[in-house]
Each structure stands twice: as structure tokens, then as C-alpha cells.
């Protein structure tokens, strides 16, 4: 069972460091502001999804899921 906890560390040190890298590549959000000059009703608004903004988003939200999940598991002290 060792070498299980020492593989699923080595997925949770590569999955903050991957975190980190993705929250510093994203754009910085200003509060209001898109509704306030009526950017959220742009091309780029409706599609943000689809960009590579919007990706990036997607990746930092599953791979902190996988961060919780892995931060949980590794606590448990079951390995």
C-alpha cells in the first residue's frame, strides 16, 4: 500500500503545480464591470465558453475537483 500513497502524492504535488500554472495563465476578473459597459451581451461574451479563456476555466475547475478529491483520500491514512 505504500507505493499507492507515494503515486497518488506524486499525482496530488503535479495537480497543485498545474493549478498554480492555470490560475496565473487566466485573465483577472473586475467586479461589475462586464454588466456595468455591456460587454456580457458581446460575441465574445455569449461564447466565452468556447474560448480559450473559457477552457482555461473548465480545466481550473476540474482539476481542483481531482485536488480536493486526492487531498480527502490522502487523508484518510486508510493506505
Known sequence: MGALR?????IFILVCIALVILVLMQ???TAGLGAVSGAAETYWGKNKGRSMEGKLVKITTGLAVVFLLLAIVLNLNIF
Open 6 to 10: 507515494i503515486t497518488l502524492t506524486v
Open 27 to 29: 485573465e483577472g476578473k
